[in-house]
């Protein structure tokens, strides 16, 4: 069973764009929501997470956002570069278990 | 600081021959992470290790994978014997006790 669920599977969004990829979870012991960016050969570099006592996050052009009684978080890229063309995982944890759980990844591709 | 470092980086097998990857953590990071991505997927976590005594092994398939660390550092996953399905980049992981880890850039492995 698959205890995050991502989508889009895949995105192309023209530079300058917006991106948005949504998650949501079932597990309410969940409280870790990291976002991941693999590129092709590397392994996932952890990008921004945040803690559902926060309802939104920035760092710099990527936002989390988090809606803790709908169970979905989303990763907002602005002005999409691209260099942002990656693969994107969402991912939970619960406290003091600290194993992830992943969703399914994006494929964002950012067109010149 | 040097990442988490992984060997080798790619490996064909045929089916049914043994294999072992070789992970070595941040240098004093007390908690590592073995995770399997086959290819289209999320990382799945296979066992993490606290130190050197295991934490969570519960999704790894105890018949044919095997993993150790001795010392508290350096970690070994062996599979004897590989199956076809078992082709997929096995990625090592490790921090310093919460979730936020940092990933190797995996070994490819393909099962023939």
């Known amino acids: 069973q698959q205890q995050v669920k991502q989508s889009p599977q895949s995105l192309i969004v023209q530079k300058g764009g917006i991106s948005i990829i949504n998650c949501a979870y079932e597990?309410?012991?969940?409280?870790?929501f990291p976002w991941y960016q693999q590129f092709p050969g590397k392994g996932p570099a952890l990008l921004i997470a945040?803690?559902?006592?926060?309802s939104e996050k920035k760092e710099g052009r990527f936002t989390i956002s988090f809606n803790k009684s709908a169970k979905q978080f989303s990763l907002h890229i602005m002005d999409s570069q691209p260099g942002d063309s990656a693969t994107y995982f969402c991912?939970?944890?619960?406290?003091?278990?600290?194993?992830?759980?992943f969703g399914t990844g994006t494929r964002l591709t950012v067109i010149p | 600081e040097a990442g988490v470092a992984q060997s080798p980086r790619y490996k064909i097998i045929e089916k049914r021959q043994s294999v072992a990857f070789w992970c070595n953590p941040i240098?004093?990071?007390?908690?590592l992470y073995w995770y399997q991505q086959i290819l289209g997927q999320g990382p799945k976590l296979l066992i993490q290790?606290?130190?050197?005594?295991?934490?969570?092994d519960s999704q790894l398939p105890k018949d044919r994978f095997s993993a150790e660390r001795l010392k508290g550092v350096d970690s070994t996953l062996k599979i004897q014997p590989a199956k076809l399905e078992d082709s997929a980049v096995y990625l090592c992981?490790?921090?310093?006790?919460?979730?936020?880890?940092?990933f190797g850039s995996g070994t490819r492995l393909t099962v023939v």
């Open positions: 992981a490790s921090s310093l006790g919460g979730p936020g880890y940092t």
């Open positions: 597990n309410t012991a969940f409280d870790y």
């Open positions: 945040i803690r559902p006592d926060v």
């Open positions: 991912a939970a944890s619960s406290m003091g278990a600290n194993n992830l759980f």
């Open positions: 240098s004093g990071h007390a908690t």
């Open positions: 290790f606290q130190n050197n005594g295991v934490v969570d």
